[in-house]
Structures are given as structure tokens and as C-alpha cells.
T-cell receptor
Framework: NAGVTQTPKFQVLKTGQSMTLQCAQD?????MSWYRQDPGMGLRLIHY???????DQGEVPNGYNVSRSTTEDFPLRLLSAAPSQTSVYFC?????????????FGAGTRLSVL | AQKITQTQPGMFVQEKEAVTLDCTYD???????LFWYKQPSSGEMIFLIY??????QNATEGRYSLNFQKARKSANLVISASQLGDSAMYFC??????????????FGQGTRLTINP
């Protein structure tokens, strides 16, 4: 029962570096999302996807790119890391179009940008 | 405007007591859902309970219940007979709409609950 798997768990970047946060789910969920969690601010939606090939922006999309080539994977790309992107990143997935659409979260990736 | 408000940054409760964590929300959409998640110190987000805006009864899941007062726009989480393992951060979240909004959860800032032995 892997559920939602995020890699890496920890990462330190220098300003300007790029990297990809990986997210994979084995529950055949249609919907996947990326959130960031900053101290005192709860979770904020970065990007989400309603299925393979379909993505859309959330509340805080600037500085991040996503793509969804398969149902299972939803990577988040930081093109040029900035200190303001220091945060904990969570990937989540859920079933399709249901009212009670419970999102299941990965364990998170803690990112520090120096 | 803040869509989800959790006014209690921290709460301290004695073990075995009941505890109520407050959550108020703001939406003009008649169709919405309210969720509570628990985040222990290990960091993962654990789903606790869900309440739909059209649900007639308050949701319950084991020791968790949701005190849903639609007119007041509040969705307070009640934990009965608290345990040491309940010490964690608790987040209230809202989903607006039924279709396109399905993936758009808006979270409150959270309440840190500490259970004292």
C-alpha cells in the first residue's frame, strides 16, 4: 500500500538552481495536486491536474511548472529556485468527480533554498 | 478575504477531556465541502472527517464529530475522550463547487493541539 510517494524527502538548493520534485500514486486517482506549506499559513495550492494531459494553476503558481503525462505521476518543477520557495511541499491525489473528494497526501518534501 | 479561519493558534487539554477546535468559513457557493486533517509531528497529512453542505446530519467518525452550523458558517471539530496521540496540528479545509473545484482545497492556518497527561 504505497499510496502517494514523494521524492526526495529533503533537498537543499542554491538560488538559481532547478530541480524536480517527484510525486507518484498507485491508486489510479484521476486528480492530483501540489501544495506548499509555510509556517503559520496552512497549505496553499500550487497546481493541480484533473487527468493525464490536463493541468491548471492554483493559488500560488508562479515559479513552478507541472505536467501530467501519465495517471500515476505528477512532477513539480522549480525552474530557477528562489529563497521564497523554501517550504514543505505536499503532493495529493483523489478519485474523480465526487462530492466527498478526499485528498490523500504524500509525506512531503522539505526544500531549503539558500 | 480569508475563506477559512481557525482562531485558536494553540490549545492545551487534559487527557480524556473532550476538545473543540473552531473553524469558520466564507463562501457564497451553495455547494461546498468541509474537511479536517491532522498533521502529527512526523509531518504527514491525515484525513479525519468530511461534511458536505447538503448533508442533513453532522458527520461522525469514531471519536471525531463535526459540529456543523450552516447559518453561522462554522464547522467545529469535536474530539471526544482525548488521547496523548491526538497531540498534533489540525487543519480545517474547504472545497467550493462540485466539479471543477473538486481539487481546490483552501486550508486554514491550523490549530496546534497539545494533550497533557
Amino acid at each position: 500500500n504505497a499510496g502517494v510517494t514523494q521524492t526526495p524527502k529533503f533537498q537543499v538548493l542554491k538560488t538559481g538552481q532547478s530541480m524536480t520534485l517527484q510525486c507518484a500514486q498507485d491508486m489510479n486517482h484521476e486528480y492530483m495536486s501540489w501544495y506548499r506549506q509555510d509556517p503559520g499559513m496552512g497549505l496553499r495550492l500550487i497546481h493541480y491536474s484533473v487527468g493525464a494531459g490536463i493541468t491548471d494553476q492554483g493559488e500560488v503558481p508562479n515559479g513552478y511548472n507541472v505536467s501530467r503525462s501519465t495517471t500515476e505521476d505528477f512532477p513539480l518543477r522549480l525552474l530557477s529556485a528562489a529563497p521564497s520557495q523554501t517550504s514543505v511541499y505536499f503532493c495529493a491525489s483523489s478519485y474523480g468527480n465526487l462530492a466527498k473528494n478526499i485528498q490523500y497526501f504524500g509525506a512531503g518534501t522539505r526544500l531549503s533554498v539558500l | 478575504a480569508q475563506k477559512i479561519t481557525q482562531t485558536q493558534p494553540g490549545m492545551f487539554v487534559q487527557e480524556k477531556e473532550a476538545v473543540t477546535l473552531d473553524c469558520t468559513y466564507d463562501t457564497s457557493d451553495p455547494s461546498y465541502g468541509l474537511f479536517w486533517y491532522k498533521q502529527p509531528s512526523s509531518g504527514e497529512m491525515i484525513f479525519l472527517i468530511y461534511q458536505g453542505s447538503y448533508d442533513q446530519q453532522n458527520a461522525t467518525e469514531g471519536r471525531y464529530s463535526l459540529n456543523f452550523q450552516k447559518a453561522r458558517k462554522s464547522a467545529n471539530l469535536v474530539i471526544s475522550a482525548s488521547q496523548l496521540g491526538d497531540s498534533a496540528m489540525y487543519f480545517c479545509a474547504m472545497r467550493e463547487g462540485r466539479i471543477q473545484g473538486a481539487q481546490k482545497l483552501v486550508f486554514g492556518q491550523g490549530t496546534r493541539l497539545t494533550i497533557n497527561p
